[in-house]
């Protein structure tokens, strides 16, 4: 773990260099300041040492590089979080000119699946282009979008892809994550977007236009503009959220996951707690510069 969060540092430190176009400040020309992140990893394990349930988390502090984490390669259903590296491949084929955004795939009886979207309403039969079923799966969570696009791009190439990027909890036969693994894709999807490829953005504006605020955007700042991706998996009472924060001096991401918690609202409490608390950290180390 110490050697894969070594290497994982030195590629985010380096890879920062180059900023997000109106998302966060890029560096400064002087060496960046580092920041103790001690306290505060401390402070988290202290905190859900109190609470019921498997809890994991995972940070990088984007201006420096900085991270840590808990529980961080801890197994947890993955949930809709898959549908984060799983648009992240996606886009990244069409960069490549492997894949056209406005192909058309069909709605078929085996793309049904319950749970959140809205094409689980919508009888079989109807054709959508690969942009449309994206967007879907990401800003509505479509379970049925996914099923498609996942049918398409080969559930075999996109664990590869994962694999690629380094991550370290992946199954071919189980939708499963860690939080380390998320705070990559996370990253990834961001370094993606700079590359100013056509249509680079789109997966970030989906992320940071998505419907589920329930998790670690919620107990921020209004006005604060959150790029995330959340995961449910009510068997296991498993809530996840992938989150790229903008904080206005110290944007972050931030990873939370969970499983065998007593319930939503319990789960709820923690995330919003974790959140807010990190959220507070960066403000403190803004006004310690």
């Given at each position: 773990?110490?050697?894969?969060?070594?290497m994982?540092?030195?590629?985010?430190t380096?890879?920062?260099?180059?900023?997000?176009?109106?998302?966060?400040?890029?560096?400064?020309?002087?060496?960046?300041?580092?920041?103790?992140?001690?306290p505060?990893?401390?402070e988290?394990?202290?905190?859900?040492?109190?609470?019921?349930?498997?809890?994991?988390?995972?940070?990088?502090?984007?201006?420096?590089?900085?991270?840590?984490?808990?529980?961080?390669?801890?197994?947890?259903?993955?949930?809709?979080?898959?549908?984060?590296?799983?648009?992240?491949?996606?886009?990244?084929?069409?960069?490549?000119?492997?894949?056209?955004?406005?192909?058309?795939l069909?709605?078929?009886?085996?793309h049904?699946?319950?749970?959140?979207?809205?094409?689980?309403?919508?009888?079989?039969?109807?054709?959508?282009?690969?942009?449309q079923?994206?967007?879907?799966?990401?800003?509505?969570?479509?379970?049925?979008?996914?099923?498609m696009?996942?049918e398409?791009?080969?559930?075999?190439?996109?664990?590869e892809?994962?694999?690629?990027?380094?991550?370290?909890?992946v199954d071919?036969?189980?939708?499963i994550?860690?939080?380390?693994d998320?705070?990559?894709?996370?990253?990834?999807?961001?370094?993606?977007?700079?590359?100013?490829?056509t249509?680079?953005?789109?997966?970030?504006?989906?992320?940071?236009?998505?419907?589920?605020?329930?998790?670690?955007?919620?107990?921020?700042?209004?006005?604060?503009?959150?790029?995330?991706?959340?995961?449910?998996?009510?068997?296991?009472?498993?809530?996840?959220d992938?989150?790229?924060?903008?904080?206005?001096?110290?944007?972050?991401?931030?990873?939370?996951?969970?499983?065998?918690?007593?319930?939503?609202?319990?789960?709820?409490?923690?995330?919003?707690?974790?959140?807010?608390?990190?959220?507070?950290?960066?403000?403190?180390?803004?006004?310690?510069?």
């Amino acid at each position: 773990m110490k050697s894969a969060r070594l290497m994982f540092t030195v590629i985010v430190t380096l890879l920062l260099f180059m900023s997000v176009p109106g998302m966060y400040m890029p560096l400064k020309k002087h060496a960046p300041f580092l920041p103790d992140y001690g306290p505060l990893e401390k402070e988290i394990s202290a905190y859900l040492e109190e609470h019921p349930g498997t809890y994991g988390l995972y940070f990088i502090d984007l201006n420096s590089g900085r991270q840590f984490g808990h529980n961080a390669q801890t197994t947890f259903h993955a949930a809709s979080t898959f549908k984060l590296p799983l648009n992240l491949y996606l886009y990244r084929e069409a960069a490549e000119g492997r894949l056209e955004l406005n192909e058309e795939l069909l709605y078929a009886e085996r793309h049904l699946e319950g749970g959140t979207g809205i094409l689980k309403e919508q009888k079989p039969g109807s054709r959508y282009t690969v942009a449309q079923l994206s967007e879907l799966s990401v800003i509505q969570s479509d379970n049925v979008a996914a099923n498609m696009l996942l049918e398409r791009l080969g559930r075999r190439e996109i664990k590869e892809f994962m694999r690629s990027l380094g991550a370290k909890v992946v199954d071919d036969n189980a939708i499963i994550t860690c939080p380390f693994d998320l705070s990559i894709y996370m990253y990834a999807m961001l370094d993606f977007s700079r590359s100013y490829n056509t249509n680079s953005t789109m997966l970030l504006n989906h992320l940071f236009n998505s419907r589920y605020k329930d998790r670690i955007p919620a107990p921020l700042p209004d006005g604060i503009r959150v790029a995330n991706k959340i995961g449910t998996w009510p068997p296991e009472h498993t809530y996840n959220d992938a989150a790229y924060v903008v904080h206005p001096r110290r944007p972050y991401i931030l990873v939370l996951t969970s499983r065998d918690t007593p319930g939503y609202g319990d789960t709820m409490s923690v995330m919003h707690h974790l959140s807010k608390l990190v959220y507070d950290y960066q403000t403190g180390v803004v006004d310690r510069e």
